[in-house]
């Protein structure tokens, strides 16, 4: 087989003037291969009838997905960001087994996964290469984040939870507000899972949400108001996880939606406030939010004290809302996707 596709090669070359061609010619490896396999159909009516076919039939649907993605608009990131996670974390909401079991675990992460291919599809169909190589840039550029702002970046959870901690032991809300995590950060297996939970999949979330959506929105409302609607619906995305059995076993975190859901609209003003302030850089929301995460676990936060931080979440909010270049209306560039 391997010999009667070299002869058929020997024949195309042949009919393109007899010899094999080489890079003195200024041909690429793919290009005498593309023109076998043009041979190939234009020798075979069935092969180009076919693929043509595929073809047709492929350009339809991408033509279709691409209509509806812009008929939806903004709609169209919560519709498949919460869609597809809903599909795939049913099953485990009426499970027994852990969510770490297989194939619980499975469907989380597929499930988890619904930020990120809303982003990178819905960018793709509305957008094109221009839109995805601008996530790219976002996400890796990493001289968006002036020295200032990486300073606030990595800085801002650690200060802000002692000071709440602080408060908390002041006010009698506990004794013991915190409780470092040294032989979480000394175990290797459960240093790697606080670092999956901490950095991997707020990357997962922050590529969908903040890098292509916030963008979307602010296109149309103020910042503040944008980054509000992006709250709520990554609350709505969460809010399962309090049904999840063992989501939060290897944690110190016990949520209760009543001060939870608030909590992270509240937190989405702050990335969205960090991300418009580093010229719109993805990796700067995902340090921020994986830094918010990791301290909590760090630093053993005693669990009284996460609804009074609900408090303290406000407070800084609305400092940055109302003080914050980045949060007024007026200087977030628009379609900044374009640029």
């Given amino acids: 087989m391997r010999r009667e596709d070299e002869n058929h090669e020997d024949e195309v070359y042949e009919s393109m003037g007899g010899n094999h061609p080489s890079p003195a010619d200024g041909l690429t490896a793919a290009e005498p291969v593309a023109r076998i396999e043009r041979s190939t159909r234009e ?3 069935s092969c180009r009838s076919r693929c043509n076919r595929e073809h047709r039939y492929l350009t339809s649907v991408y033509t279709h997905m691409r209509a509806l993605a812009l008929r939806l608009g903004l709609l169209g990131f919560p519709l498949f960001y919460l869609g597809w996670a809903y599909v795939f974390w049913s099953p485990i909401l009426t499970s027994d087994k852990s969510v770490w ?6 469907l989380l992460l597929v ?4 930020p990120l291919l809303a982003g990178i599809v819905l960018a793709g169909l509305t957008d094109g290469r221009q839109r995805l190589r601008d996530i790219a840039s976002r996400l890796i550029d990493i001289r968006r984040i002036r020295l200032r702002w990486l300073t606030v970046v990595m800085l801002f959870w650690p200060t802000f ?21 040294w032989d979480v950060i000394a175990a290797p297996r459960s240093l790697a899972f606080m670092l999956l939970l901490s950095f ?9 949400l903040r890098g292509y959506w916030i963008d979307q929105l602010q296109e149309r409302f103020p910042p503040a108001v944008a980054g509000l609607i992006n709250g709520v619906a990554w609350a709505v995305w969460h809010a399962p996880f309090v049904w999840l059995p063992g989501y939060y076993a290897s944690t110190t975190f016990n949520p209760e939606l009543w001060w939870w859901l608030p909590s992270i ?22 340090l921020f939010h994986g830094m ?17 931080m609900l408090i303290g979440n406000f407070f800084a909010a609305a400092a940055v809302v109302a003080g914050s270049r980045g949060m007024r209306p007026g200087n977030v560039k628009r379609n900044t996707h374009l640029y």
């Fill in 200 to 208: 991997v999949f707020p990357a997962v979330e922050e590529i969908g």
């Fill in 265 to 286: 609209v509240l937190h989405t003003l702050l990335i969205v406030w960090v991300y418009n302030s580093t010229n719109r850089s993805i990796l700067a929301a995902i």
């Fill in 111 to 114: 499930g988890g996964a619904s």
């Fill in 43 to 45: 020798r075979d009516p």
């Fill in 292 to 308: 918010m995460n990791f301290t909590g676990e760090f630093l053993g936060l005693a669990p009284e004290i996460f609804p009074f």
């Fill in 161 to 181: 939870d002692l000071i709440m901690a602080g408060a908390a032991l002041i006010l009698g809300i506990t004794d013991r507000p915190l409780g470092l995590a």
């Fill in 101 to 106: 079991s297989f194939p619980n675990v499975i």
